[in-house]
């Protein structure tokens, strides 16, 4: 199994237990509304403009994972961090679109076409701060975050584990990122 895979078999599982899959509550300002809904637009996985929700009267639309059709190319990062990310990373970033991957334990970084990997740049660097406050020496990138902490890959050998800043601990939680998701109990 491959990552994209186990990303599939966790949304189709979702959708088997009739679990709405995605919800997105556009801004307040109109003009940053209309370019979140650009946005939205450029994939086809709306459900329903009409159908949304009206919470403090704010609209939360209804937004289902869909396959991605552009290849965001991490090679960048790679030369400005000096490491090689791991083949399950650039899957996960390039296989599909969504707001949530989440269990009781774990939630993954979003896929969203209005911030493409901005939060996995910006955590990096809150990553390595924490890998050198807790004394350890791993090239590690962060994949989503726990009740305590970060969820980072390393590396070189691809497990997964999670930082806990406060205890000073790094805990093994998979071997791998299709390992963890496969995992994760909805």
Same mark, same amino acid.
């Given at each position: 199994m491959s990552v994209t895979k186990a990303l599939e078999?966790? !949304?189709?599982?979702?959708?088997?237990?009739?679990?709405?899959?995605?919800?997105?509550?556009l801004p307040r300002d109109a003009e940053q509304q209309a370019e979140m809904i650009q946005k939205l637009n450029m994939t086809p996985q709306l459900i329903d403009w009409d159908s949304c929700r009206?919470?403090?009267g704010v609209k939360h639309y209804l937004?289902?994972?869909?396959? &991605? @059709?552009?290849?965001?190319?991490?090679?960048?990062?790679?030369?400005?961090?000096?490491?090689?990310i791991p083949s399950s990373v650039k899957e996960y970033f390039n296989s599909y679109w969504f707001?949530?991957? !989440?269990?009781?334990?774990?939630?993954?970084?979003p896929v969203v076409p209005w911030?493409?990997?901005? @939060?996995?740049?910006?955590?990096?660097?809150?990553?390595?701060?924490?890998?050198?406050? *807790?004394?350890i020496e791993m090239q590690a *990138?962060? *994949?989503g975050t726990h009740e305590y902490g970060r969820v980072v890959v390393n590396c070189q050998d691809? &497990? *997964?584990?999670a930082l806990d800043p406060e205890?000073?601990?790094?805990?093994?939680?998979? @071997?791998n990122l299709e390992s963890l998701i496969k995992n994760m109990q909805i």
């Open positions: 078999s966790y !949304f189709a599982h979702l959708k088997h237990l009739n679990r709405v899959l995605q919800v997105i509550e009206i919470e403090d937004w289902n994972p869909v396959r &991605k @059709t552009v290849f965001h190319d991490l090679s960048s990062y790679e030369k400005e961090w000096k490491l090689k707001i949530d991957i !989440f269990d009781a334990a774990f939630q993954l970084i911030d493409i990997l901005g @939060t996995f740049y910006n955590e990096y660097y809150d990553v390595q701060l924490e890998l050198e406050e *807790i004394g *990138i962060p *994949i691809e &497990k *997964i584990y205890s000073h601990e790094c805990y093994f939680v998979a @071997t």
